[in-house]
């Protein structure tokens, strides 16, 4: 099972003052770019709320998507189009030898994405699931 779960919220700089220009060419880019992304990914969609445009992305499939389609690429492309943006990704992935039991975290600030341990929902056996609902019969 490969699951992941991530928000950013918008922002072409991390300076106060922006230029509504940039801004607009900025939502255009992501906008365009995630309209290609959409037919593959289940839920992808950028959303004004209170003055601020936030990315929104959530799935999950049977296995690691490796392709242009692969969740940690789509945020990294996000953070490339929109440089001051911030926000996070959550990924499980029950075929990965070294992290089978636990979420990986990547933090988007200032266009740069970092992996990081989950503190949270990890490891998920036992923090939010039982051994037997993974096993094999």
Same mark, same amino acid.
């Given at each position: 099972?490969?699951?992941?779960?991530?928000?950013?919220?918008?922002?072409?700089?991390?300076?106060?003052? /922006?230029?509504?220009?940039?801004?607009?060419?900025?939502?255009?880019?992501?906008?365009?770019?995630?309209?290609?992304?959409?037919? !593959?990914?289940?839920?992808?969609?950028?959303?004004?709320? !209170?003055?601020?445009?936030?990315?929104?992305?959530?799935?999950?499939?049977?296995?690691?998507?490796?392709?242009?389609?692969?969740?940690?690429?789509?945020? &990294?492309?996000?953070?490339?189009?929109?440089?001051?943006?911030?926000?996070?990704?959550?990924?499980?992935?029950?075929?990965?030898?070294?992290?089978?039991?636990?979420? &990986?975290?990547?933090?988007?600030? &200032?266009?740069?994405? /970092?992996?990081?341990?989950?503190?949270?929902?990890?490891?998920?056996?036992?923090?939010?699931? !039982?051994?037997?609902?993974?096993?094999?019969?």
């Amino acid at each position: 099972m490969y699951q992941y779960h991530g928000w950013a919220v918008l922002s072409i700089s991390v300076d106060d003052e /922006s230029n509504h220009i940039e801004d607009s060419k900025m939502l255009l880019q992501v906008q365009n770019y995630i309209s290609k992304m959409k037919d !593959n990914i289940d839920i992808i969609e950028v959303k004004a709320i !209170n003055g601020q445009y936030h990315f929104l992305m959530t799935g999950f499939s049977n296995h690691k998507i490796i392709s242009e389609y692969n969740p940690i690429n789509i945020f &990294r492309h996000i953070g490339i189009l929109a440089s001051g943006s911030y926000g996070i990704l959550y990924v499980y992935d029950d075929e990965d030898l070294e992290y089978f039991n636990e979420f &990986r975290v990547y933090v988007l600030t &200032r266009g740069d994405i /970092s992996e990081k341990s989950d503190t949270y929902l990890s490891p998920l056996i036992p923090t939010v699931a !039982n051994k037997s609902e993974f096993e094999i019969e």
